[in-house]
């Protein structure tokens, strides 16, 4: 993955990073965002172990993101197939380990590992790797409570 991002910024003449940050080595600063959100309320934990994002909690509270506008009229469409989420456009925050050998970590009482998302969250918060490439892929899909 890397070879490839160093020919897109050889490609287009920007200039490198000076290092580079992986997800496994920010893993305390997923956590620490999963806390807030749990202690803000716009999380919770399944039965399972796994954490949601409360969709229905966001908007009760009148936040608007209009990513989130197009992705419930999709979700009305499919059939609710997870009995651990409270409403069907809930995301993974952090996902419960459902065998012992699955990589994962220990974090909120059981083994497990980052949603999707909640990485770049966590980390645009400080690293920064081309800028416009971190803005174009994933301004559209990221969510921030401040």
Not at 20 to 29: A, K, L, W
Not at 34 to 53: H, M, N, P, V
Not at 90 to 107: N, Q, R, T, V, Y
Request: hydrophobic share 40%; glycine share 6%; proline share 3%.
């Amino acid at each position: 993955m890397y070879l490839l991002l160093l020919v897109f910024i050889a490609f287009y003449q920007i200039l490198p990073p000076r290092n580079f940050s992986r997800v496994t080595d920010n893993v305390n600063s997923i956590i620490e965002l999963i806390e807030t959100l749990l202690k803000e309320g716009f999380a919770y934990q399944s039965s399972k172990g796994s954490i949601y994002f409360s969709i229905d909690e966001y908007r009760s509270r009148r936040f608007k993101y209009p990513r989130l506008v197009k992705l419930m009229s999709e979700i009305k469409q499919e059939a609710l197939n997870n009995d651990e989420k409270r409403s069907q456009g809930d995301f993974a925050l952090w996902k419960a380990c459902k065998e012992k050998d699955e990589p994962g970590w220990d974090a909120f009482g059981i083994r497990g590992r980052p949603g999707w998302h909640i990485e770049c969250s966590a980390m645009s918060n400080y690293v920064h790797i081309c800028g416009l490439i971190i803005w174009y892929f994933y301004s559209q899909e990221r969510i921030r409570i401040d």
